[in-house]
């Protein structure tokens, strides 16, 4: 069975500091797919991004990025730089590979950057 | 392009009563999924459907829980009769094939909160 743990259940940083949000997967498949969505308070869930599982390159996007480690089932979060507007609910999650790519997520880390 | 919509976004409701929560997915897409979202079990998928047709419907938790694709922009999810336990946050979520025959990435609606008092 998929399984996503989020062990950081909330995170509470000043502005400007940098955050690391933590996630760790469990799966039986060689090929899969892996994610993080945001919360914000408005409730939505907002997509930031999806990594296969071919590949470990770690992804840069303006503040954000990705460090994808397969050998320690790791998918972690860093935002550089941060705002209160980063403030939210992040959610990692895992699906299949193939098919409908049906989401299991993880707890969700609960960020909220003081001014 | 107008993402998921879904309605009403604020549902409150007494015991027993029947419940009807609205998705229209993002024009073109074939893969349909409804979520809910609660404090004791987070995220969980409830059911799906492809092309209209619910594929997987392991995750509805009980009989009073129902959902229908009558075509391809619009779904329901029914509750009935609701209970105090079916409060939550209940999210729909489309996607589609992409070029490479893979499935693509799900976007979420903004949910409808519901309270069954």
């Known amino acids: 069975a998929q399984k996503v743990t989020q062990a950081q259940t909330e995170i509470s940083v000043v502005e400007k500091e940098d955050v690391t949000l933590d996630c760790v997967y469990e799966?039986?498949?060689?090929?899969?797919?892996l994610f993080w969505y945001k919360q914000p308070p408005s409730g939505e869930l907002v997509f930031l991004i999806r990594?296969?599982?071919?590949?470990?390159q770690n992804e840069i996007s303006g503040r954000y990025s990705w460090n994808f480690q397969k050998s320690t089932s790791s998918f972690n979060f860093t935002i550089t730089a941060s705002q209160v507007v980063d403030s939210a609910v992040y959610f990692c999650?895992?699906?299949?590979?193939?098919?409908?790519?049906?989401?299991?997520f993880g707890q969700g880390t609960r960020l909220t950057i003081n001014p | 392009d107008a993402g998921v919509i879904q309605s009403p976004r604020h549902e409150v409701t007494e015991m027993g009563q029947e419940v009807t929560l609205r998705c229209k997915p993002i024009?073109?897409?074939?893969?349909l999924f409804w979520y809910r979202q609660t404090m004791m079990r987070g995220l969980e998928l409830l059911i799906y459907?492809?092309?209209?047709?619910?594929?997987?419907d392991s995750g509805m938790p009980e009989d009073r829980f129902s959902a229908k694709m009558p075509n391809a922009s619009f779904s329901t999810l029914k509750i009935q009769p609701s209970e105090p336990r079916d409060s939550a946050v209940y999210f729909c979520?489309?996607?589609?094939?992409?070029?490479?025959?893979?499935?693509?990435?799900?976007?979420f609606g903004p949910g409808t909160r519901l309270t069954v008092l």
């Open positions: 799966t039986r498949d060689t090929t899969y797919y």
């Open positions: 024009s073109g897409h074939d893969y």
């Open positions: 459907f492809n092309n209209n047709v619910p594929i997987d």
């Open positions: 979520a489309s996607s589609t094939l992409s070029s490479g025959g893979m499935t693509d990435t799900q976007y």
């Open positions: 999650a895992l699906s299949e590979f193939q098919g409908a790519q049906k989401l299991v």
């Open positions: 990594r296969n599982s071919f590949d470990e």
